[in-house]
């Protein structure tokens, strides 16, 4: 089986690279048993048609970024808080997750990757949400090492007899937080299956497709030691075996 993971604009010494983060790879190395396929962004002026690679694939899997949407795609004006910006993984994202969606093709979008699955779906974002009356401060902690930055900093509360409940046999668990974007209007057909203890939308689920799961944490990273991470990515192996 074939997982196509989209790549992100990585800028390493003197060069400009499109690329995955390992713990990506790790992951879908430890817990799902697919051959992952990286899908680099279009190169600028050049239309990205993911038509044929998703006739080819058996799954998605959308990553997070530290780049941000360019909110022209969701009707509000471009200010220094929305930076930085890729227009080209915007490109590739939306029409990925739209011919995923169209061929009901399993999915899993990952920070980054859930707004922008909310986007296609018609909704919006909020940005700079910790300057919001009674949010956490969902961004990055100043952090030395992998395990300081990624380590969980909330409660993530699952919607009863939800997806994650269900699939994990509790109401909530804590996640890492690396983001100052949030959802602002759900796109249709999103359910929330999960919120933070101040209301900010965690985690959703498309109800008119087999399969397709956003988290706004991250679960690429501890996979091995918290409770959610291993079993979704295995999740996602399930629901490209029996698709």
């Not at 604009?9 to 992952?36: F, S």
């Not at 080209?88 to 707004?115: E, H, K, W, Y």
Request: proline share 4%; net charge negative.
């Amino acid at each position: 089986m074939l997982l196509g993971i989209i790549c992100n604009e990585k800028n390493q010494d003197l060069d400009t690279l499109q690329a995955v983060n390992h713990l990506y790879l790790r992951a879908v190395a430890e817990h799902m048993d697919v051959q992952p396929l990286l899908i680099p962004a279009a190169m600028p002026g050049q239309k990205f048609n993911a038509d044929r690679l998703l006739d080819t694939l058996d799954g998605v899997l959308i990553t997070g970024n530290r780049s941000n949407i360019h909110p022209s795609h969701y009707g509000a004006t471009a200010t220094p808080s929305h930076e930085p910006f890729d227009r080209n993984r915007d490109a590739a994202a939306f029409s990925l997750i739209q011919g995923a969606l169209q061929r009901d093709l399993p999915m899993l979008t990952v920070c980054r990757g859930m707004q922008e699955l909310n986007i296609v779906c018609g909704g919006s974002l909020s940005t700079d949400i910790q300057t919001q009356t009674g949010k956490l401060d969902h961004r990055t902690p100043n952090a030395d090492t992998l395990k300081a930055r990624y380590v969980a900093r909330h409660s993530a509360q699952f919607l009863e007899n939800g997806y994650f409940h269900n699939l994990l046999g509790v109401q909530q668990a804590q996640t890492n937080s690396l983001h100052w974007q949030a959802i602002d209007k759900l796109g249709n057909d999103l359910i929330v299956e999960a919120q933070a203890e101040d209301g900010t939308i965690e985690a959703v689920r498309h109800s008119q497709v087999s399969y397709c799961i956003g988290v706004q944490w991250h679960p690429e990273y501890q996979t091995g030691e918290n409770i959610i991470s291993a079993k979704l990515f295995g999740d996602l192996g399930r629901a490209m075996q029996e698709r």
